[in-house]
T-cell receptor, first 113, second 120 residues
Framework: GNSVTQMEGPVTLSEEAFLTINCTYT??????LFWYVQYPGEGLQLLLK?????DKGSNKGFEATYRKETTSFHLEKGSVQVSDSAVYFC????????????FGKGTLLTVNP | GAGVSQSPSNKVTEKGKDVELRCDPI?????LYWYRQSLGQGLEFLIY????????KSGLPSDRFSAERTGGSVSTLTIQRTQQEDSAVYLC??????????????????FGPGTRLLVL
């Protein structure tokens, strides 16, 4: 079956530090890959996505590249801000009949001023 | 425009009671999903509705869980004879999803704020 493994954290960084959150996956077929973010007290929001190998998803300064050879989709940001403090979820969908999302367990990021 | 809404936002119930959780998807979204977010299991898929097709119930953890979607819009997730392990945040998501989608053209799933269920 499908699965997603991401570093569980928590991750604590100072403002303007570089961020990497690792994500690897196992899937049948050729999945689409996603990063979702959950800010404190809010619902899940799509942060970025990539649908085929070597695609780079980007949004709000965050980037992730779909690496089929290493089955990875690591999230990066060059300079984090306090407002980036949230829980980040890596997810995949292999389409099929329902496009359901399979999520990693989430990584709590805290950015200190 | 309005996003996905869920009610109630919080629900406390006693073990053995039945609960109903409601989801109002974004207008025009034909696909609707229920997920569960719990400390031990993370985010898990529960059930999927697409238009008038039979729902995909493959993620429901037991026959105490059921869901329906009336008129292709509002959905209700029902948990009968609740157990303490049912305590979790129940999330609803909706997306545009046209029949015969080309591979890789999955529409974004938009999530509601969730219902936090606590079974005492």
């Amino acid at each position: 079956g499908n699965s997603v493994t991401q570093m569980e954290g928590p991750v604590t960084l100072s403002e303007e530090a570089f961020l990497t959150i690792n994500c690897t996956y196992t899937a049948t077929g050729y999945p689409s890959l996603f990063w979702y973010v959950q800010y404190p007290g809010e619902g899940l929001q799509l942060l970025l996505k990539a649908t085929k190998a070597d695609d780079k998803g980007s949004n709000k300064g965050f980037e992730a590249t779909y690496r089929k050879e290493t089955t990875s989709f690591h999230l990066e940001k060059g300079s984090v801000q306090v407002s980036d403090s949230a829980v980040y979820f890596c997810a995949l969908s292999d389409g099929g009949s329902n496009y359901k999302l399979t999520f990693g367990k989430g990584t709590l990021l805290t950015v200190n001023p | 425009g309005a996003g996905v809404s869920q009610s109630p936002s919080n629900k406390v119930t006693e073990k053995g009671k039945d609960v109903e959780l409601r989801c109002d998807p974004i207008s025009g979204h034909t696909a609707l999903y229920w997920y569960r977010q719990s400390l031990g299991q993370g985010l898990e898929f529960l059930i999927y509705f697409q238009g008038n097709s039979a729902p995909d119930k493959s993620g429901l953890p037991s026959d105490r869980f059921s869901a329906e979607r009336t008129g292709g819009s509002v959905s209700t997730l029902t948990i009968q004879r609740t157990q303490q392990e049912d305590s979790a945040v129940y999330l609803c998501a909706s997306s545009r999803q046209l029949a015969g989608d080309v591979w890789g053209k999955q529409e974004t799933q938009y999530f509601g704020p969730g219902t936090r269920l606590l079974v005492l």
